[in-house]
């Protein structure tokens, strides 16, 4: 059967489009059962998006939930390898999870990879180009921002202040928010060094090319040297590959410390008010689950993709053919079949549903077919 | 063509003022003063559009993607907590959420503190942080009256001048948060058009100084 591409919606043809790209760079289909443990999710709330998790009682008693996420379970069920290998795995899973805007549960379809084991430079490149290649296969106007945890953590962590202070600094740079932040770090007490430090990392957003000397000028220490060398690394290959004027620096793009490690990045794709991409390097969160393996992963949240579809069908079916008692079943349902050769859609109705766009209307009867009206 | 750069301006005062400063920054839209009853106002060869809606709704339009820009009070982005980038303060519009009582009012701190409300999750938040329990009354006007009449205890409510208060035999205990209007920006359109996103806060951040 070969597929006509105008049929399928966005979201469906992404996920055709994705599965193929991840097998061509041998990740392999991970597929996962629909409940995990609830112990899961409790042993690492933070991680999860949000605070809500379906659950149910197994026949056993055991509490179970729907799953809210696919990155914990992959972690879950990966070993340890031994020496150099890495698993890649890429599935196409639903997930459950609390709507921000209806704050009630809503299935999300998300297809994503994960990268576990001995994570270098080849392998986040490579998690980073299938993000770039992923959103190229979604829109043709995408944008991939970075960043990376590590020259955060860097100026943050070792600051004297209260972990809520902290959180409420990498909020104000989520929000490129440099006025809240020179009040916060002066109500905290910061010196204004680290508030320079911590403004202008807001500030330093764009073509990699520009904002990498940015960061060197702010000399925050050996951590955050290895950092920057890191994203320079991946931004000239990608620039190599002919990726350069996709990806920006950008350290908006920021998520839990306590999780996250090294790169962070979420992408864009033109249309769509919010990122579709979204994923990073989690060694810590590994750690937290008792691997001594790096990890590297993300995500693409297919359900926002309809917002893509803006030019829906004009009409409901092309051809509505109405018939009565009489007809001749045989006859009926040989025109049926002739009428829908080459893709036409047909329709055949004893009457008119209400409201129905058609672009012809035929009626079948004893003469054969009779052409009532013609929308052409 | 250019693609336009929808605005969303609070409707009211406060919105008439953010206006000229757009004005002042060189992004005018003449049409926006005509009296007539159309929604947006475009200025194509600036290539920007302008819409006036309800000041509680416009984080919901950059949120959402329908405005890349807006103009909202800090006390609707805390309250509704909305995913967008907060560009610049403005300064202008300035007023405090504050927590009122009646004048007599002797906080017992071994009793739940009853507090009414249209800002639910500030007060909240604002209770959480100093460890108080408390039952919160959601409000959607009239809040002053609450406490005269018994419903609460307290109120927790913006103040500008603090007359309504005073007039009401109510006064000013503490204050939560200072406010003031804030330009915030979609996230994703950001990215896009983001050149012509910073032109605008740039000039925006111009016309704050001069003023």
């Known amino acids: ?376 | 063509m250019k693609t336009m750069i929808n605005i969303a301006l609070p409707k009211g005062r406060l919105g008439e003022k953010v206006y000229g400063m757009f004005e002042q920054a060189g992004f005018d839209c003449p049409s926006i003063k005509e009296n007539n009853r159309k929604l947006t106002f475009e200025n194509e060869e600036k290539g920007i559009r302008f819409f006036w809606v309800k000041p509680s709704d416009v984080a919901i339009y950059v949120e959402r993607g329908a405005a890349d820009l807006g103009i909202a009070g800090k006390d609707i982005l805390l309250e509704y907590n909305p995913d967008v980038y907060e560009l610049l303060d403005l300064g202008i519009g300035k007023c405090r959420m504050a927590v009122a009582a009646k004048k007599t009012f002797r906080d017992n701190p071994a009793k739940t503190l009853r507090v009414a409300t249209k800002f639910t999750n500030i007060a909240r938040e604002f209770y959480a942080g100093k460890c108080r329990d408390i039952d919160i009354i959601h409000l959607n006007g009239s809040i002053e009256l609450a406490p005269i009449l018994g419903l609460s205890d307290v109120i927790v409510d913006i103040v500008e001048t603090g007359k309504t208060l005073l007039e009401n035999d109510l006064v000013p205990i503490e204050t939560v948060v200072p406010i003031s209007a804030r330009v915030i920006a979609n996230k994703a359109n950001f990215k896009f058009k983001s050149e012509r996103i910073e032109a605008i806060a740039e000039g925006l951040a111009r016309a704050c100084r001069e003023n």
């Open chain 1, 1 to 376: 059967m070969t597929l006509d591409d105008t049929m399928l919606k966005s979201g469906e043809q992404a996920v055709f489009g994705l599965r193929a790209l991840y097998q061509r760079y041998g990740y392999a289909p991970f597929k996962m059962s629909k409940f995990e443990e609830y112990d899961l999710y409790v042993e690492n709330k933070d991680f999860l998006v949000g605070d809500g998790v379906i659950t149910f009682n197994d026949t056993d008693g055991k509490l179970l939930a729907l799953k809210p996420d696919v990155t914990l379970s992959i972690i879950k069920n990966s070993k340890d390898e031994e020496n150099a290998v890495t698993s890649k795995v890429y599935y196409n899973e639903n997930v459950y999870r609390i709507s921000k805007n209806t704050h009630t549960f809503k299935e999300i379809l998300q297809t994503g990879l994960e990268c576990i084991g001995n994570i270098d430079m080849y392998a986040m490149t490579e998690v980073v180009l299938l993000a770039l290649k992923s959103l190229e296969t979604v829109s043709e106007n995408y944008l991939l921002d970075l960043s990376h945890i590590g020259i955060l953590s860097a100026i943050v962590e070792p600051l004297a202040v209260s972990q809520a202070d902290k959180k409420k600094m990498i909020r104000c740079i989520g929000e490129k928010n440099i006025h809240g932040m020179k009040e916060l770090c002066a109500s905290v007490g910061a010196d204004e060094t680290v508030c320079e430090k911590l403004t202008s990392l807001i500030s330093a957003y764009g073509k990699p090319s520009e904002v990498l000397p940015k960061l060197r000028a702010l000399h925050a220490g050996e951590e955050a040297e290895r950092a920057i060398d890191e994203l320079e690394l991946i931004t000239q290959t990608l620039e190599k590959i002919g990726y350069g004027s996709r990806v920006n620096i950008d350290f908006s793009v920021v998520n839990d410390m306590s999780y996250y490690s090294g790169i962070f990045f979420r992408g864009f794709v033109q249309g769509i008010p919010e990122g579709i991409l979204s994923g990073g390097r989690y060694d810590k969160l590994m750690k937290k689950m008792g691997r001594k393996a790096g990890a590297i992963g993300f995500a693409v949240y297919l359900d926002m993709l309809e917002l893509l579809d803006a030019h829906e069908n004009e009409y409901d079916t092309d051809i509505l053919l109405l018939y009565d008692e009489s007809a001749d079943i045989r006859e009926l349902m040989r025109a049926v079949t002739v009428l829908s050769q080459n893709g036409t859609r047909v329709l055949a109705q004893k009457s008119i549903p209400q409201g129905i766009r058609c672009r012809q209307l035929l009626k079948y009867g004893n003469g054969g077919l009779e052409i009532l009206e013609n929308d052409d």
